[in-house]
Every structure is written in C-alpha cells, then in structure tokens.
C-alpha cells in the first residue's frame, strides 16, 4: 500500500502543474533542434572532420539506396526572334541569367535583350521580350542586375540594369508596369510574374576610362560594384538629379520609422566633415569649392567611380582623375594591381556582409563591406593566389602529410588546413596518387579535349587549377567554409575567409563592434576535393571503394583522361550542397574566342556540354559492429553480434547525369552548345528564411527569462496611482505651437538653431542652395485631445507594415557592446522598451541537416543556359522520392520492400519523420487532390507499420572494454525510469518529436513581437511601432502542417492524447489496446506505477513488466507533446485574430506591450506568459472591450472574433474572458437604456449573471491585480484597487460596471467570488447552475482541457498568510515576478472597499447599508476581518458599529484591539451594561500595562455606561430613541447599581492615585520609592490603604492624605488638623523674620505640624539668604493651595475633612502676626479695603458666609472658654474685629449686581435668611453692647462700632 501510494502521488505531481508537460515536451524538442544542428551531415565543415574510412567517395544512383535525384525536366528554346538576332552576332555576344529577379538576358554585339524565365507567348502569338540597344555602338561587355537604391528612383522600380561597354557603364531601370499597356513591339516591356516590367534607360552614364568592365555586382541596399580589366574594384555611385536634398515631410519620416528600419527623425545629418562631404559628393565637391570655367548655369552630374583596389584613400580616388589614381598605384613599392589580372566574377555575401572577387588568373580577393558602420567605405582584407595554394596542398597530400604546411612564407598564398586530417585530405582527391596524378595534369599544360589550347574568355591560359567561379557557401550550410571555388577541371576549393580564431571555435553571434563573420587578413583552404571521374568521353569510371566491413562500392574522387583529352568545365553551379558542371565535350568547329580576345561568338557551335550533378548522400552504407550485448533478461552477456548501418561521412555524393540513359554512360549531350550559365530559379519563402534563421539559443541565453513588457508613455503618466491627476499643459511653449501660421527653420536631423547656421554656411561654401537640408515646416496639429479621456481613443500601437521573418528592426536593439554570455535584455527607462540582444531580433543562420529543412523545399528547377534555350532540370528531394516510392507501393505500404529499403537506408526515425510529415500535408502532399490524400493515408500507414515499441533496457556496465554505442541510447530525459534502466522510445515517438520540432524551429526561439516607443513630437508621444514575427500567409503556412499535426495525433494516438496518462476514468472510457502498433490506455499507469516501485527495490523487470512501462512511458511523452502542439497551434491562430482586433474600433486595442520579446517558446511554455496574455485578452474582449465613453455599438466581427477566440484559443482565452465580455455587453447597453425602465433591469439582471459567472473562472492573480503592467512599493487599499482599475483588472472593471447600475450587492457577489478563487472562504453557492459545461459548447474541447492553463493550484502561489489584511499590503512586483494569491485576494477586497467607501462619504446612506449588510453576510471571517480593518483605518465607525454581527463582537473583543471600539459598539448596539462591564474589568486588570491614566479613563466610560443603563431600567428607557428592550429585575438593578458604586469608589481611588504619581514625579520624591513602588504607583490600581500608608504618608503628602480620608470618609480631627497645618507650614518655611513675636508664633505653629524646617530670627536691619516672613510672599500660594484642596473636600458630604473653625483660627493667626511685623507699633484697628485673606481663602473654598460667621463666633468662644473668661480686652475686640470684616465681606456680596449668566446670589439669600431667622440682628446687637464694655483704647472701640452700625443698616436696607 505503501508503495502504491508514493507511486500514485509522484504521477499526480507531474500533472498537477499544467505547465510541467509542455515544459518537458519543450526539452524534448529543445534536444531535437540541438540534434539537427549538431549532426555530422549538418555543416559542410563538420562532414570534413568527421571524415573517416570509405567517406569523401562519389555513389551512382542505385535502386538499392534511394537518393536526391536530378532530372531533366524540360527545355525552353530561345524565342524565335532572338535566336535568328544570335545568328547575326558580328563581333561577341553574351548570355545569362538573373536567378534573383527570374530573368533572362542575352546581347548581341551592342543590343541587350531581357525575358522573364517562365515567360509564355503573349496572346496573339507575339513573343515577349525586351530590348536595348547602346546609342554609340559599342559591343556589350557585361550586364549585371542590382537592387536600386532607396530614395533616387520611385517605387515602381524594382531593379536597377547595369551594361558595360568598352568606354562606358550604362543604368537602366526596370519598372513595374500594367501588362496591357505594353505595347506589341516588344522593345520597351515584357510581361513578368502577375504583372509586367518595363526598361527605361536614366541619364546615370558612367565613362570606364577606357577600362573595359568585365563583371558587375550588386549589394542588397542598392551598392554597385564593378570589376575592371585592370583588375580594380569600382563602384558606380548615384544620387537624385540636382543638388538640394529632397524635402522629407514629417509624415515620410514616420513611414520610414514604422515601416522600416531608421530611427526618428530619419534626415541625415548635414555636419559632415569635409572628408565625408568628398567621398559622397566625389569631384563635384571640390569643383563646387574651387571655381570652374564650366558653365555655372550647368547641374555637375550625380554619378560617379570609385576606386577601391588603388592604394589612394576612397576621398583621393572620388576627387582626383581615375589617370591619376592609376598612375599612383604604380609608384615604387605600392605593389602592381593588375597581377592577378582581369576580375571576372564578384559575388557578394550578404550575410557576412563581405564580398570575393575573381581574376583570370586564379586569384580571389576578399572585401569587408562594413569595417566601419557608420560610413560606406569597403576594405580588401585578403588576396589569395589559388592555384599556388592549390598545388603547396597537392604538394603536401601526395608526400603523405599528416599535417597542413606553412604559408606563413607569402601574403599571397592562404593559410592551408587539413580538418578531418591527413586522411580526410587524400581521400578527397583520390589519395597520395590522386595528389600526385593533379600536379601532372597541372604541369602539362591546359588543353582543350580537341588539342586546342585552353584559354579564358579574355584570352589568358587557365589549367585545371585555375579557378573559372566562386561560390558563396552560406551560412545555412556551414557556419566556417564561406567560399567554394570551382576550378576548369572541376575541383571544389573549399575556403574560409574567417579568422583562424573564428575558424577553430566557431563563429557567435555579434555583440560588439568587431564582427566575427568579417573576412580576416588570409584566406583558409580547408578542403579540395576532385570531381568524379569522368573520362573524356563523358563516362563515370574509374577507381572504386570498398569498405572493409562490406560496404557498397563507391568512386574515388579524380580527374580522368589522358593530357589534352580531359573534360574541362564550361559552367558550373554550386547552391545548398547541390553541384552542377557543364563539362565540355569534343566539339564540331574549333576556337573558342574571338581575334580580339574577347568572348567567344555564339555562331561557334559545339556539340554540346555534359551535364554532371552531386547531391549530398545521406544513405546509410557502411555497417558498423557493435560489441556483444547483455541478454535483456538475465543481464549476463550473449555471443549474438549486432550491426548496424551508418553514413559513411565526410563530403559523400551522389552522382547523376540527368542526360544519361544510364547511370554510368553519357548517351547525349546538352543541345545548344557551351553552357554560359547555370543557376537555380527557386525562390526562397518566409518560412524558408524563418527555418535558417534560427539558431538555437544556448543554456545562458535560454535562462535569461521574460523580457519586461512595454507600457505606453500616457499610460505610465496617467495610471500613476501615487500622483494626482494633473490637467493638460497649457504652457506659453505649448500655446506657442499651435498657433496658426507659425513657422519654424529647422535641420533635417532635428539640431538646434546652432546647427541651422552651421549648415547654411557649409551650403555656401559648397555652393549648394542655402535651403539645402533644412526644413520649414509648419506646426503639426495636436496629436492627442486637450481632454483626458480623450487619451483612451488615442492608439497606443501601430502596426509595421514589415514583419520579423526576414530580422526585426534595429530599433528595439541593444547596441551595447556587452559579452555574449550577458544576454539579458537592457531595462530602459520606463518609456522606452525593453532592448532586446541581436539574437533575439535577428537570429543567426544555422547549419542543419539536410534532412532536416525537406518538408518545406520545393522541388527546385535548375536552369542551364546555352544557344539551344533554357534546359529546366528538377532536383528532387528525398522527401519528393519517398512520395514517389509510397504512391508506387499501393495499399501494400506496410509491407513494400521499396519502402522498408527506404526506412534501413535512413533510419527509422527518420523515415517516420518524413511519413509524418507527408501525412500532414508538407511537400509533396501539401495539394488537396486525391493524389496527396492517397499519399497521406499511405505515409500514416508506413510510419505506423515501421514504428517498433519502446524499450526499457537495462544498463550496461563497461564489459572487455566497451559501452553501449551512442545510437543506441535514449535522448529523452523520461522520469519514472527504474534504477539501472534506461528507456529507448519507438522509431515513431522518435520521428514525431523530430517532426515537431522541426514544424516549430522557423518560431520556436523567436520573439512574437517586438515594439518600439514611439517618437515625440511636439513633446506629444506618438504610438509606439509594434513590428510582428509573421505575416497572415507566413503565419498560415506554418499553422496548418501543426494543425494537421495535432488532428493525426487526435486519430492516432488516441488513448494517450483523450484522457491524461494515470488520471482515474469511468469505465466507458476505457479503450482496448489499436492495432497498427498504436499504444496502450492509460489505465495501466497505475499498475506501472506499483510495478515500478516494487521491481525497483528488487532492480530488476520481467519482460512484461519492462515492456508495460515503456509504452507507459511513451504515452505520457506522446501526451505532453500534443499538449505542446495543441498550444502552439493556438497561439498562432490567437497571434492571427489579435492582428485582426487591432484594426476593431469598438474594441479597447491590443497591449502589444505585453508581448514584447517574448518567444513563441515562452508564450507556449511558460505560466506568466499565459498570465500575460490573458491580461491582454481581458483587457481586449472583456473588461475593455465595449467602452461606453466612445459609445460604439458592438459589430458583428467584433461578436465573431469573440467566438473564435473562444473556439479556437480556448487554451489562452479563458471562460472567464468569454462570460466578461457578454457581460459588459449587456451592461453597455443597459446604461444606454433609461433609469427603472423595465428593460434596463433586465439587462441588468443579465450582466449580474455573466459578470458572476465570469467570477468563477478568474485564477489568474496579475490578471485580477493589475501587477502584470505596474509594480511599485507597499501600496494603500486606495492605491491598490486605483492600480486595478487604471490597468483593466476585469474584476475592477465588472464593479464598475456594477456600480453604475446600482447593484451593489452584486459587487460583493462578484469580489467574494473571486477572493474564493484564490484561497477565500465565500462559497459559489447557486453559481453552480450557471456556469455549467463549457467543453458542451465546444466541440474541438477535450474534457480534460477545461480550465486547463487557467487555473494555479496553491502550490504555484505559495501558503497562504493567515492574515490578508491590507493593512501592510505586499510589495507590488515588476513584470515576470510572482504575484502570489494573498496578492489577488487583497485586491478583491481592495476594489469592494473602493465602492464601499465612495458610498460611505456620499449621500447614498441606503446603498452603503445595502452593501454592508451583504459583506456581513460572508462567511469567509479573514475578509470580514479586512472589511472591520477597512471600516477602521479610513475612520467609518458609525458604518463598523452599526453591524450586528457576533463575529465583529468578538473581532472588537480582541486584546490587541482598542477597547473604545468594543465599548462603542456596546454602546451603538444598546448594551450599555456589557459596555459598563468591558470598561470595568478592562480597567482593573492586574496583568496588563496600562497606565493609570488610561484606568482612569476607563473608569470613567465604565460609570458613564452603568449610568446610562440605570437611568434606562428606572424609567423604561423613554429618554433613548429606539429603546425596546424589556426592563431589568429587582436584582438585576440592585447588581448594576453595586457595580456603579464600586466602579466609583474605585474611580476616586484611582483619580488620587494618578494625584499622588503626578506630585512624585514633579518632586525629587521618586528617589524614595524603590523602582517596584513607582511600577505599581504607574500601572495598577494600588488600594487605598496602601495608597495611603506607603505612599502618601511617608512622602508627606498631606494634600493627597487629605483627599485620602475624604474619599473614605475618615473624621480622625486630629489627624485632620495635623495634615492642615502641614499644609499651612510646608508653603510658609523655611523663612526669617525680625520680629520676635512673628519668631514665638511660627515655632509654636511648626510645633504642630511634621514639618521640620528652617525658623531665623534675625535682627532688624539685617539680612538673610531666608525669605522674610513679613515680606507676605507666602500667602498668595498658600491661598492658592487651601482654595484648591478645600473646593475638593469641602461641600461633599465630608465638610469635616475642611475643619473651618480650625483653618479660620491658625489663617486670622498668621494675619495678626503678618500685620504686627508689618506695622511696627500702628495699631490694627484702622478700616481696611477689601476682604481680609483669610476670608478670602473660606470664600473662596465655597464656605457659607454664615458658616463662617459662626466658626468665627466659636473661635472667640473657644478662646474664652480656654481663658475661662480671662480674655484680654484687646484679644475680645480683636475677635469682633475679625467679625466685622466678615460682616462687611457678607454685605458687600450680597450687594453685587446679578450675573448675565442668570446665576443666583447666594449670599444675598443667605443673609436674608440669616435676617429673617433674627439670629444675624441680634449677635449685631451683643457685638454693640460688648464694644461699649470695652474701654482699653475708647477710639478703637469706637471705630469698630461705627463700622458695625454702618453694617446693621446695610444689612437692614438689603433684608
């Protein structure tokens, strides 16, 4: 059980991730492009390495072994006319073919005529042809077609003639033109292809200066190179008629941008040096410098030679007079240009960008076309002199050499090499003997085969050493040979201009200013190999092979034939490693030149030329042996030897003479005579140039990841989230131009006005018109809306007209030079685009095996020209033979020996490739008739009935020696494989991986789309240039054999491909095992995979069980390929449909940026390309693909691009895409319907269902987060659901559209939807039912296909965090990060928070409740935890608490939360007694931390809320609006109202407790209290004993003390008084005084107090660092301070606390003391103003007035009783005194005038209660009476009795 469980859950594993199959189909593929690149037939130099015994031989067509074939297919005879014109040739004529243009030409001594290849007469029986005939008469010496250059001629002119005579080069145009308007004389048209081409010779007339031209060349940009028979290098060049340049509106300038290759602006810049200005303007700039005879009047002309073989600089030789150069050249040790004689041919090779040229005498030069990129100088780098070369590697084969000699000793003789060895070198030209046989013939002289002597068309003797044509061997055939000379008997020279470095290594892609492929200072020879041997009769004879093993006879290389009678080439072609000599036989008139030297007439007739052909031989020939195997089932080893068939190597041909009856005799001859030249009319195609063009990227590059996609300018300003919007620039610059009518100078490159007067001087200097180069234009109109919104109907991309087949712009480039190894693309600023690495924009050209590229080559006609006509010969494939071989094998194709013959001669693999690829419809099968559905029913037959099964075979130890041989093992990586095994896949696994990959090389590692910002105008960004990798032919082409590909693996391999291998099935989808080797049901998997567990612990495999496995195996390989085939079918048609909605204007646009760079590898393979593209697909069809702003009604096309999109691209175009676009449809058109209108709601209705629908599908998190266009920092919910919107978050987009119908609830639908997709809790409830089965709808969908690619399991997104609060958001990612589920989750709440909020701060109160109420109905608790954060944060507490939710109640419950939040909730939801409760016990907790303040506060809220529920169960709650709950028990309100008084009680504790805390830390007192003491003092609520016995009685603190003991209502009188007088003597000492009386009062006052302070009597007149007590200082505080503490404690309910009489007593003692130190001697008595002290402190502590009259009454009474009567008058009329001023004091209140604020009087309603009761009047009365007793001093008395009298009557007047 075990062990079927880990099986069970690694299979689970390998599919749980949907992208997991494609990316081991894409290693699989990666392996099978990597094999084609790196096999020994793929590059010409590595089949001479691998040169070995029986290779480099030459093999006749045999039936045994099928091969390319040549034939000749037709003959095309000269038209009539021209062959009756070749008959009157008076001096020379010359023929030939342009194989690029498909044109054929012939002159006849000075008149050129020109035909098209595949012409056919003109109706009427005319022929069709044009011709030209030079004005002066001259013969024609050479013709030469060239590409025009850009800018000079108009469009129509598609190329450029060029004819040379003896004293002049001519240019002629070829222009297209309509067919019937060529007129029926044939000279100025001829109908070409589907139109017509017409001659128009120009007035471009170059003088050869009496130097013949002999040869002409042209470069692909328009260059023309010319060869001289002085043996220089010209180029002709040319310019516009006139001397200003031609104005370039800016409208060409963005043509050129966008469709083409130059960056903006395109205008040259017009500050060139003067060197630069006289190599493009040649001698007429130094005529326009120095002054001229000539007529002024006169234009100079615009073409001009150039020199590039003189040793002058190209500036010397375009100025000085070409006598003159010439001259220079001659000059001592300058060297002679004319040693290796006349140049004959020039080729170029664009890809190198280099160009060879030919002499006569044998000699190749090399050119560099580009030393210098930013100027168009050329350098000759290389000369090498081949025949000497040629005879020091002949020199070195024939002694047996193992190794190349030395060069070193001469500049003219190239470097030698022997790649494969000294064995390779002898093998390719016959051995030592074959060496040694070539010098003879060398030696001896050059012959023609009628004894005449050879000579060249210029009249100098050639040998069959000598060189007669060179070929450009390209890069798709090998990636070090660059050149193929053949020579006049028919060697290959095979060269290399390349570096030596280069050479050994190989050369890489370009990644700086030096360029590899640039030719080097010495030429290579690395090979020569000798024709086959053809005797000079014409037959194939001569010495054979045999193989030691038993291989099939071949011809050794060789030249036969005696001195004199040896054939010698005429013509000769060399192309894709095809080979054609025209080989001269005997002929009937002897003379092959003209007296003159010149070219041969063509009247001379010859019986004809032999045609011989090579191909390429791939045949497996040669055994091999391999060592004895192990027995699969025992493992021990068998005697049972085994062979198997390989190609022989090195530079093996085929040989085949189309003309021969057989394949060894030469029955006839080409009619016609000499061959003048041989070329292949095929054309490449765009898929062609894609398949070359497609080296694979290596591990480095491959690692590089996702370029960053490109975001337009406008939107990088508008959707910044962490800006405001700003409004249009209204700048005086911007008003400034657009104002109408203004003008402005500028230079064409766009310099400043520094540069505008630099050019108008250089104009007058070079006489040019002033207005050269400049531009006046006026101002272009805005180019975007001064609105905002007008920003979304403004393109953002514009599509190139050119596409990447052919190499992407270099405007998206990366131009830095950095390493190959550093491949990843350049980060620009955020508005430009991502650079992209040269490999990626243009990949280089890959050398492939032949095999590999023959499901897309034609059959291509080969063309020999001669006097006879056009000889068309058909090549045809190997693919092309094997459809011949299946159609001839009948019904019997499983068992023809032709074909069987066919799969042993190829190899299995390969055989199965090629049937496949028949049987989808490539080459041969690519027609629709019954011919090619007959072949492809027989190639899926041959494949099948030759597949073999797959193996698992065990491994074998190196035994005696050996190994398994590398054929014979497993190239696919396959998990699952047993310990000590190894798997070896079927022939047809094998071919259909091949097959795949080669149907997905001219794509595969190549960017989809490039995009490049667009320009700025006007400071207006201008939409950016979106350049595609394919056209819609191109794109189909390469779609459909992948189509056809994926239908034959539907039919075929139908039990791995319609249920995924090891997923359960029910039982009707079990399948029984198909014949025709077709494979088993994935049923088995999981019995494999306990078969596999188990068996391996034992390591070993019974048979059955070995051969189980392997188809399993296999089956899940054939799976995970047609997953990758199915993907990348539907990207292409997704790229084809995506090209199409560009051009919609009801949809949103295509965001090509996020396609930038990306491979179709990667779009294929990878999931954040599949996120990115659904981001693009969101944002096109569904979130904004109906903007109601533009208010377009939806089309049809746009509904039917909808569908396919959902048909056909299901596998990228999510359902969620699908539902999303239907419903912003029907929210279009109900917004366009009338608010409450019935159908609006309809409508409505219908976009809640889609929108809601959509929901279910949306997994993919950047899509949903908007992260995939913009990253910044930790962003806000605001910034987070603005960033959603801004960038097409369809979920952003389905609320809003939700929002603007009013359905809220459905905004919470859809969010809490989406939130579930990603990990959230809502459930999806009835949306069950509505999404139903999308794989219903869609026939072309598998069952297992449904949501495949669009869904990430929890494993892709990381664990969840338990909170997803935004309250600490995660860092927004860059492009190609992960945005993670937590990610996508908080921006679903974000987006609902976003309309919650705009609902909570506007007037739509219901909305907001409606929306709450259904967010409270979630049962997902992490997002109603967000939700209540939210609420929180943005500070809507009235919407949080209005919730009644017991989750909230227990979210707010929380520790960490604030408890206000819980008390208010309490409180909003009418539980005043649990928010009392909360409050109390948060309060009084012991273990937390909170201060005591914070307690204090609590206490408070804790007795307002008991307060509240006390007044609501007395009367019923009637004060409270909405109160309806019932009244509380008897013992419910008896328990609340003990919980008020505690929680008071408490209150008041705390409240001196903080009292006490603020006076210790005010005060030095902390350093009394240990650190635990002030800990607790802080932070608990410390009991009011302890309060007072620990803290405030020993600190002293006698303020607190007496709070103390009036809060517990303690009435100890002595303690009271004591803490009083502290108080008294704590604001009073330390101090001084002068008066003795003052000193005897302050002892006996401290003497009753705790207070231990300073008392200084000092004398009078001194001084004392002491306050002095009769300076009064200290009565203002202690007034201050008895008021303060006397307000607390006095009037409530404990008056005892403020003893009045005693406080009176000890204040009037002060005063009396104060006043007597005071006055020194004047008597107290004298009336006073205002209100004593001490009064004022009772007055102002709020004691009564009679109150005080009474404890002023008991304080003389008190004294009496003391003194028993014994009281001294003085002390009797000082109390009265003291009464009097309380008196005046009372009346003087009572007399105030009443207050605004309406308060009451109180002493007047005292005193005249105190009037009424008659009590005041008569202690007046005794007071009189007393005073009169009174006679120590009779003035005092008398005054205090005045003052009483006066007092008696206020009093009376008031009462």
């Excluded at 909405?1522 to 209150?1547: F, H, I, K």
């Amino acid at each position: 059980m075990t062990s079927t469980t880990q099986g069970d859950s690694a299979m689970k594993d390998y599919w749980s991730d949907d992208f997991a199959p494609l990316e081991a189909a894409g290693n699989a593929v990666l392996a099978a492009l990597r094999k084609d690149e790196s096999a020994p037939d793929a590059d010409l130099y590595r089949r001479i390495v691998s040169s070995g015994s029986g290779s480099h031989l030459y093999f006749p067509m045999e039936q045994q072994f099928p091969g390319a074939i040549m034939t000749h297919k037709k003959t095309v005879p000269l038209p009539p006319t021209l062959a009756q014109e070749l008959q009157t040739t008076r001096v020379s004529s010359l023929m030939g073919l342009f194989p690029e243009a498909e044109l054929v030409w012939m002159t006849v001594d000075e008149t050129l005529y020109l035909w098209s290849s595949n012409s056919t007469a003109v109706p009427g029986g005319m022929e069709d042809f044009c011709s030209f005939t030079v004005l002066t008469g001259q013969c024609i010496v050479s013709v030469g077609l060239v590409k025009p250059k850009k800018g000079v001629f108009k469009d129509v002119v598609e190329w450029c003639l060029i004819v040379s005579t003896p004293e002049e080069v001519i240019l002629c145009a070829l222009a297209r033109a309509i067919p019937q308007s060529m007129n029926n004389s044939g000279e100025n048209g001829f109908v070409h292809g589907q139109g017509a081409l017409k001659l128009i010779p120009t007035r471009f007339v170059l003088p050869t200066d009496s130097i013949p031209i002999l040869s002409v060349c042209g470069t692909p940009d328009g260059r023309i190179f010319l060869g001289g028979y002085d043996g220089c290098l010209y180029e002709m060049t040319y310019d516009s008629v006139g001397d200003s340049q031609p104005k370039v509106s800016n409208e060409e300038r963005l043509n050129a941008f966008y469709n083409g290759d130059k960056p903006f602006p395109s205008s040259q810049s017009n500050g060139d040096s003067m060197a630069c200005s006289l190599t493009r303007f040649g001698k007429r700039a130094l005529s326009s410098i120095v002054p001229s005879s000539s007529d002024p009047s006169k234009l100079p002309r615009k073409c001009r030679k150039l020199n590039h073989s003189a040793h002058a600089s190209s500036v010397v030789s375009a100025i000085m007079p070409s006598f003159l150069v010439k001259a220079a050249s001659v000059v001592p040790f300058s060297g002679d240009t004319t040693a290796a004689g006349p140049i004959v041919n020039i080729i170029v090779d664009s890809e190198r960008s280099c160009m060879y040229t030919l002499s006569s005498r044998g000699w190749i030069s090399a050119f560099d076309l580009c030393p210098n990129p930013k100027s168009n100088e050329i350098r000759q780098t290389a000369t090498i002199d081949m025949e000497k070369t040629a005879r020091l590697y002949l020199e070195a084969v024939s002694h047996g050499r193992m190794y190349p000699p030395s060069s070193s000793h001469s500049s003219t003789i190239g470097n030698i090499t022997f790649p494969g060895g000294g064995s390779s070198s002898q093998a390719g030209v016959g051995g030592m003997d074959g060496a040694r046989t070539l010098l003879k013939l060398a030696d001896s002289g050059p012959k023609r085969a009628d004894g005449a002597r050879r000579r060249s068309p210029q009249g100098r003797s050639v040998g069959i050493l000598t060189p007669i044509s060179i070929h450009v061997i390209s890069r798709k055939e090998s990636g070090r040979l660059t050149l193929m000379a053949i020579t006049d008997g028919g060697l290959r020279y095979y060269l290399s201009s390349l570096s030596t470095n280069v050479l050994n290594s190989g050369p890489g892609q370009q990644t700086g200013p030096i360029n590899p492929l640039a030719p080097s200072r010495k030429f290579t020879l690395c090979h020569v190999r000798a024709p086959p041997p053809i005797d000079e009769n014409g037959s194939l004879h001569g010495a054979t092979s045999f193989d030691e093993n038993g291989g099939i006879e071949g011809y050794v290389p060789s030249i036969r034939g005696r001195s004199g009678k040896l054939p010698h080439v005429d013509a000769g072609y060399y192309g894709n490693g095809t080979l054609v000599l025209a080989l001269e036989q005997n002929a009937s008139q002897g003379g092959s030149t003209t007296t003159n030297g010149g070219p041969r007439p063509a009247t001379v007739l010859f019986a004809g030329d032999a045609i011989v052909a090579t191909e390429p031989d791939a045949v497996a020939r040669k055994k091999l042996s391999l060592n004895p195997t192990a027995n699969e089932t025992t493992g021990h080893p068998q005697q049972a030897q085994r062979t198997v068939m390989t190609v022989p190597g090195g530079i093996t041909e085929t040989v085949a003479l189309p003309l021969a009856s057989t394949s060894t005799d030469v029955g006839s001859v080409l009619p016609g005579g000499r061959v003048h030249d041989i070329a292949s009319m095929g054309s490449s195609s765009s898929v062609l140039t894609l398949f070359f063009h497609s080296q694979t990227p290596s591990d480095a590059e491959l690692k590089v990841g996702l370029v960053p996609a490109y975001i337009p300018p406008s939107r990088l300003k508008a959707f910044d989230v962490h800006q405001p919007n700003r409004p249009p620039s209204t700048s005086p610059l911007d008003t400034a131009n657009t104002s109408t009518g203004s003008r402005s100078i500028v230079v064409a490159n766009g310099r400043g006005n520094g540069s505008v007067a630099l050019t108008i001087l250089s104009n007058f200097l070079l006489s040019r018109p002033l207005r050269h180069g400049l531009l006046i234009e006026r101002p272009l109109p805005a180019l975007e809306a001064s609105d905002p919104s007008a920003m979304s109907t403004r393109p953002l991309y514009r599509l190139s007209t050119r596409y990447g087949y052919a190499g992407f712009s270099t405007t998206a480039a990366d131009t830095m030079t950095r390493n190959r190894s550093s491949t990843r693309p350049v980060t620009t600023s955020g508005s430009k685009s991502a650079r992209l690495s040269p490999w990626l924009l243009r990949p280089a050209v890959a050398a492939l095996d032949p095999f590999t590229v023959q499901h897309l080559l034609p059959d291509v006609p080969i063309v020999a020209l001669n006097s006879g006509g056009m000889h068309f010969f058909t090549n045809k494939s190997i693919l092309s033979i094997l459809a011949d071989t299946l159609i001839s094998a009948g019904v019997n194709v499983g068992n023809d020996e032709s074909v069987s013959r066919f799969f042993a001669s190829y190899g299995f693999s390969q055989g199965c490739s090629m049937c496949l690829s028949l049987a989808v419809g490539c080459g041969p099968a690519a027609d629709s008739g019954q011919y090619s559905s007959d072949l492809r029913t027989r190639a899926r037959r041959a494949a099948l009935s030759r597949a073999h099964v797959p193996k698992l075979v065990k491994k074998q130890e190196q035994q005696n020696g050996g190994t398994v041989p590398a054929a014979l093992a497993s190239t696919e990586n396959n998990d699952g494989v047993p310990p000590g095994y190894e798997f070896h896949p079927s022939s047809l696994s094998q071919g259909l991986t091949v097959l795949v990959s080669r149907l997905l090389r001219p794509v595969w590692y190549k960017a989809a789309v490039v995009v490049t910002e667009g320009p700025s105008l006007r400071g207006k960004s201008l939409p950016a240039k979106v350049e595609l990798l394919l056209d819609d032919q191109t794109l189909e082409e390469i779609r459909q054999p992948l189509y056809s590909l994926q239908t034959l693996m539907k039919g075929v391999f139908g039990p791995a491909i319609n249920v995924v291998p090891g997923a359960q099935r029910q039982a009707v989808d079990r399948m029984e095992v198909e014949d025709e080797n077709t494979f088993t049901s994935a049923m088995l998997y999981h019995g494999y995979i306990r078969g596999q567990v188990e068996q391996a612990a034992r390591n070993t495999l019974t048979p059955r069980e070995a051969e189980t496995m392997a188809r399993l195996i296999e089956e899940r390989n054939l799976h995970s390929l047609y997953r990758l085939v199915s993907r990348s079918v539907q990207l292409l048609s997704l790229l084809a449909l995506l090209k199409r909605a560009q051009y919609l204007p009801e949809l949103h646009g295509v965001e090509w940026g996020l396609l930038h760079g990306l491979t179709v590898a990667q779009l294929v393979q990878t999931r954040d390309c599949q996120e990115r593209l659904e981001h693009l697909l969101s944002s096109l069809v569904g979130a904004g693909s109906l903007s109601p702003a533009l208010n377009i009604a939806p089309s049809a096309e746009s509904e039917e691009l909808a569908q396919l999109l959902s048909s056909e691209c299901y596998l990228y175009f999510s359902p969620a895409s699908h539902y999303a676009y239907m419903g912003f449809r029907a929210a279009n058109e109900a917004l366009s319907c009338a608010p409450g209108s019935s159908r609006r709601i309809a409508l409505s209705n219908q976009t809640s269902e889609y929108l809601k629908r959509a929901s279910c599908y949306w997994y993919n998190a950047p899509l949903i987060t908007g992260r995939i266009l913009h990253g910044q920092g930790n962003e806000s919910f605001e910034q987070i659901a603005l960033r959603a919107m801004r960038f097409d978050s369809p979920l952003a987009k389905a609320a809003d559209a939700l929002f603007q119908l009013s359905d809220v609830v459905s905004i919470v639908d859809v969010c809490l939807t989406t939130a579930s997709n990603f990990g959230g809790r809502s459930l999806k409830q009835e949306l069950g039912a509505i999404t139903g089965n999308l794989s219903e709808s869609n026939p072309n969908m598998l069952p297992w296909e449904r949501m495949l690619y669009h869904k990430r399991t929890d494993a892709h997104y990381g664990t969840r965090q338990p909170n997803t609060s935004l309250s600490s958001p995660s860092s927004t990612h860059v492009v190609g990060a992960a945005v993670t589920s937590k990610d996508a989750l908080s921006t679903c709440y974000a987006i609902l928070f976003h309309y919650l909020s705009l609902l909570l701060n506007s007037t739509s109160a219901d909305l907001a409740r409606k929306m709450i109420d259904a967010c409270a109905k979630s049962p997902d608790q992490e997002f109603l935890h967000s939700l209540y954060d939210y609420l929180i944060r943005t500070k809507h507490f009235s919407a949080l608490l209005q919730i009644s939710s017991a989750d909230l109640e227990k979210w707010l419950s929380r520790p960490e939360m604030d408890i206000d939040l819980i008390w208010q909730y309490y409180r909003e939801q009418g539980k005043d007694v649990q928010a009392g409760e909360v409050m109390r016990k948060r309060a009084c907790e012991q273990s937390s931390t909170l201060d005591i303040a914070t307690r204090i506060n609590f206490l408070r809220k804790a007795l307002s809320s008991y307060t509240v529920a006390i007044q609501k169960s007395t009367d019923g709650g009637q004060a409270y609006a909405g109160w309806n709950r019932p009244l509380l028990s008897d013992t419910e309100r008896e328990g609340l109202q003990s919980a008020y008084t505690e929680v008071s009680e408490t209150l008041d504790v705390a409240v001196l407790q903080n009292r006490t805390l603020r006076m210790v830390q005010s005060t030095s007192l902390e350093s009394k209290l240990g650190d635990e003491q002030l800990s607790r003092l802080k932070s608990t609520l410390v009991p009011v004993s302890d309060l007072y016995n620990e803290y405030a009685a020993p600190l002293s603190l006698s303020d607190v003390c007496l709070l103390i003991l009036h809060s517990c209502r303690h009435d100890d009188v002595d303690t009271i008084r004591t803490l009083w007088q502290n108080v008294i003597c704590e604001e009073i000492f330390p101090c001084a005084t002068r008066s003795p009386e003052a000193y005897r009062y302050l002892q006996s006052l401290m003497s009753g107090s705790v207070v231990d302070q300073i008392i200084r009597l000092v004398p009078e007149g001194s001084t004392s660092n002491l306050p002095f007590f009769e300076d009064g200082d200290w009565v203002v505080p202690l007034s201050d301070r008895v008021i303060s503490l006397g307000q607390e404690v006095y009037g409530n309910g404990a008056d005892y606390v403020f003893p009045v009489e005693f406080l009176a007593s000890k204040f009037e003692g002060l005063r009396q003391v104060l006043d007597s130190a005071k006055s020194l001697g004047t008597s107290m008595f004298t009336t006073s103003i205002g209100t004593p002290w001490p009064l004022q402190i009772l007055i102002g502590v709020g004691v009564p007035f009679l109150a005080c009259f009474e404890a002023y009454e008991d304080m003389a009474g008190n004294e009496e009783r003391e003194m028993m009567g014994g009281v001294e008058a003085q002390r009797r009329l000082l109390h009265i005194y003291m009464t009097v001023d309380l008196l005046w004091a009372w009346v003087a209140a009572a007399n105030e005038s009443p207050r605004g604020d309406g308060s009451e009087n109180y002493a007047l309603k005292e005193l005249t209660r105190a009037v009424s009761s008659g009590i005041l009047l008569s202690r007046i009365d005794s007071f009189k009476a007393s005073l009169q007793g009174i006679a120590p001093n009779p003035d005092e008395a008398r005054s205090v009795l005045d003052r009483l009298s006066t007092i008696e009557g206020a009093i009376k007047r008031i009462a």
